[in-house]
């Protein structure tokens, strides 16, 4: 169980960090 919820902490993680890539990413596009 322990790891799985490491996964999703993980999971939580990447999902508060990728916003922030695609906006760098947008931004460097434009």
Known sequence: M???QA?????MKDW???PVVNL???VKLD
């Open 24 to 26: 760098r990413l947008a």
């Open 7 to 11: 996964k999703v902490q993980e999971n």
């Open 16 to 18: 508060q960090y990728w």
């Open 2 to 4: 322990s790891e799985q």
